[in-house]
């Protein structure tokens, strides 16, 4: 049984979802509607891939003794950087990085592993593997998380995130910058994200560490969240090296 007296923490456990959903938007830039049938992509997500996708999720062993799973499954789903979007939006984000969207894949076969949160602090994690058709897809969705102008791209939608929490619940203004990190995979990114956020009189601070680890076919979306304060930079490397040890270069 979790004992928390701050009134952040009461307020991560009164937005649930929501909390869990906002950092699935940070990573998908302004996949506000959900998954789309207009996307790009025209491949097919086999079973096959679905299931290798599971096979590589992080092992509930990767995570600190203590820690809890929550559910079956996180709500941390398409998770990839233009995961679910329509065609406009994919074009909306291409530009704004400045790159082509012809190798965008929106639609990779994709699992999710359960929330696993911190029973002594307001820590959580979740983990997404993506497995795309090819590699060289792959790499493009994590080049573009890495792109140097990912940060402010995801800045200026921050305000269509608002339409994603409860209607008492009102963001700041949302800060993002690049995090440079080790290379665990053959492609890494990394993103810190702050938001701050209130509700009802009650104010905090969400901070997101997003890090997108490639290896062959197969991403790692790995999404570490904390109302207290960044997240801890030993659990960051230690779960981001051990997404990669779980990914297989297919």
């Given amino acids: 049984m979790r004992s928390h007296t701050s009134m952040s923490w009461a307020m991560e456990k009164r937005l649930g979802v929501a909390t869990a959903t906002t950092a699935a938007l940070a990573l998908a830039l302004c996949a506000c509607s959900g998954a789309s049938t207009s996307g790009t992509s025209t491949t097919t997500t086999?079973?096959?891939?679905?299931?290798?996708?599971?096979?590589?999720?992080?092992?509930?062993?990767?995570?600190?003794?203590?820690?809890?799973?929550?559910?079956?499954s996180s709500e941390n789903t398409q998770a990839s950087v233009f995961g679910g979007l329509s065609q406009s939006k994919v074009q909306a984000i291409t530009r704004c990085l400045g790159i082509s969207s012809a190798q965008v894949d929106s639609t990779p076969a994709e699992a999710a592993d359960p929330e696993y949160d911190d029973p002594?602090?307001?820590?959580?994690?979740?983990?997404?593997?993506?497995?795309?058709?090819?590699?060289?897809?792959?790499?493009?969705?994590?080049?573009?998380?890495?792109?140097?102008?990912?940060?402010?791209?995801?800045?200026?939608i921050?305000?269509?995130?608002?339409?994603?929490?409860?209607?008492?619940?009102?963001?700041?203004?949302?800060?993002?910058?690049?995090?440079?990190?080790?290379?665990?995979?053959?492609?890494?990114?990394?993103?810190?994200?702050?938001?701050?956020?209130?509700?009802?009189?009650?104010?905090?601070?969400?901070?997101?560490?997003?890090?997108?680890?490639?290896?062959?076919?197969?991403?790692?979306?790995?999404?570490?969240?904390?109302?207290?304060?960044?997240?801890?930079?030993?659990?960051?490397?230690?779960l981001s090296s051990a997404a990669a040890t779980a990914l297989v270069a297919s």
């Fill in 46 to 72: 086999s079973a096959s891939d679905v299931s290798l996708a599971q096979a590589e999720l992080l092992p509930a062993s990767a995570f600190p003794s203590g820690w809890q799973s929550q559910g079956t």
């Fill in 120 to 156: 002594n602090s307001s820590a959580t994690v979740t983990d997404t593997v993506d497995v795309f058709p090819s590699a060289a897809l792959s790499r493009f969705d994590t080049s573009a998380a890495a792109n140097p102008k990912m940060p402010s791209c995801l800045v200026q």
């Fill in 158 to 238: 921050a305000p269509s995130f608002e339409s994603k929490v409860p209607k008492s619940v009102h963001l700041g203004t949302v800060s993002a910058n690049r995090d440079d990190i080790p290379l665990y995979g053959d492609e890494d990114a990394a993103l810190d994200v702050t938001i701050p956020f209130t509700d009802q009189g009650v104010s905090g601070t969400l901070y997101l560490v997003i890090v997108v680890v490639e290896k062959g076919r197969s991403e790692s979306n790995l999404v570490f969240t904390d109302v207290q304060g960044a997240p801890d930079p030993s659990l960051v490397d230690g």
